[in-house]
């Protein structure tokens, strides 16, 4: 494999300030407050330099956040394959936690939440990507479960889809407004294990 010129070098370091510098912005002021300019002037370049490596702010986030995706396609490996799909979900959702609380954190996910309730961002931005890995994941233990019978077949995969993504989003965004003494990960716990018991189907008497 080659080495990195010189030049590629210092497109890296510059995108990595850029990145960097516009999450530290948006921290402090608000994504809505902060413009492309702004960013720019911090880092010392000019807005040509910026979207050559981004679309816009939102992609700033994006570059960030998709880091996510490849940690759970690594968790989803390290999952028993026989265990019942809703066992599957509970747990690739309890990863999910430890990993935003632990390694994420707040700062970085009000920013994100707060990113996706502006009007710069495209309606089918990457909070509710059906493209994200999760989702994915969660389908494919979905559509296990419903052939297993271990769930009910009267609703719609793409239905219980929906309705688990959003236990993941309401809990986080119950954790983002709570003081500390909101643990995250058992509350995701309780509250998406209650919903997908409301999904098993019953045994037959």
């Known amino acids: ?45 000019s807005k040509g330099t910026f979207y050559t490596h981004f679309p816009s702010k939102y992609d700033v986030i994006l570059e960030k956040f998709e880091e996510l995706d490849s940690f759970y396609s690594t968790v989803e490996k390290k999952i028993d394959q026989t265990l019942p799909a809703s066992e599957k979900i509970l747990l690739l959702y309890k990863e999910q936690m430890i990993y935003l609380t632990t390694v994420v954190g707040k700062d970085l996910l009000r920013t994100v939440y707060t990113a996706a309730m502006t009007n710069q961002v495209e309606q089918n931005h990457y909070l509710i990507s059906p493209e994200r890995k999760i989702f994915q994941i969660i389908n494919s233990y979905i559509h296990e479960g419903i052939q297993q019978g271990e769930f009910v077949n009267e609703l719609q995969a793409i239905q219980m889809q929906h309705i688990i993504q959003r236990c993941m989003r309401a809990n986080v965004y119950d954790w983002l407004i709570h003081n500390e003494e909101f643990d995250l990960v058992t509350e995701m716990a309780h509250f998406t294990a209650v919903v997908l018991n409301g999904m098993k189907a019953q045994p037959s008497k």
């Open 1 to 45: 494999m080659n080495s990195l010129t010189t030049r590629q070098k210092k497109a890296l370091e510059t995108r990595e300030k850029l990145l960097k510098t516009s999450l530290e912005l948006f921290n402090n002021y608000g994504f809505e407050h902060v413009s492309v300019e702004q960013i720019t002037k911090a880092c010392k370049v």
